[in-house]
């Protein structure tokens, strides 16, 4: 990858992203995705761990005109060999696809409901401590997390790497 136009996170790390994906930061405060138009973009750092926590606030954004916000995690250093990846829609749907020696799940592995859709800000906190994902979903950018999914993850396999997506 080559540094993004992100900056670095909080951890002081530089983002890193593929070629075809762009980022910037909007009102000195957000990641925006921005490119390709009808694509996705993708942005990671690298965190050399498994067991992680991945937190990421979503704006405001139309309900019904884009993608899916999302995180990765446990992301392989060559982006398409292994990854659980954590999607939520404009409705706010939850869902969770796995990526595991290059071959996507069939269907999300996991999902929920929950109600909470791109009409406020939300925040997305993904967990992978040993096997098991806990996926938060709340209805403000900050406070009590509200837990809306655990699913057992297999016990093998995985990156060590961490990051965000945007569907445009």
């Given at each position: 990858g080559r540094s993004g136009t992100l900056g670095c996170a909080d951890s002081g790390q530089a983002w890193e992203v593929p070629a075809d994906s762009?980022?910037?930061?909007?009102?000195?405060?957000?990641?925006?995705?921005?490119?390709?138009?009808?694509g996705e973009s993708w942005a990671r750092v690298e965190t050399n761990l498994t067991d992680q926590r991945i937190t990421a606030v979503?704006?405001?954004?139309?309900?019904?005109?884009?993608?899916?916000?999302g995180v990765m995690a446990r992301l392989s250093a060559d982006f398409v060999s292994d990854m659980v990846w954590v999607g939520v829609s404009p409705t706010g749907q939850?869902?969770?696809?796995?990526?595991?020696?290059?071959?996507?799940?069939?269907?999300?592995?996991?999902s929920a409901a929950t109600g909470l859709d791109s009409s406020a800000t939300r925040r997305l906190v993904v967990t992978t401590v040993g096997s098991t994902l806990r996926v938060?979903?709340?209805?403000?950018?900050?406070?009590?997390?509200?837990?809306?999914?655990t699913y057992a993850l297999p016990s093998s396999g995985g990156g060590t790497t961490a990051g965000i997506y945007g569907d445009l």
């Open positions: 762009v980022w910037t930061t909007c009102a000195n405060a957000r990641a925006c995705a921005l490119a390709p138009a009808g979503t704006s405001v954004r139309p309900t019904g005109s884009l993608g899916d916000a939850l869902d969770v696809w796995t990526l595991s020696g290059g071959n996507w799940s069939t269907t999300p592995v996991a938060y979903f709340s209805d403000s950018a900050q406070g009590t997390d509200t837990l809306r999914l």
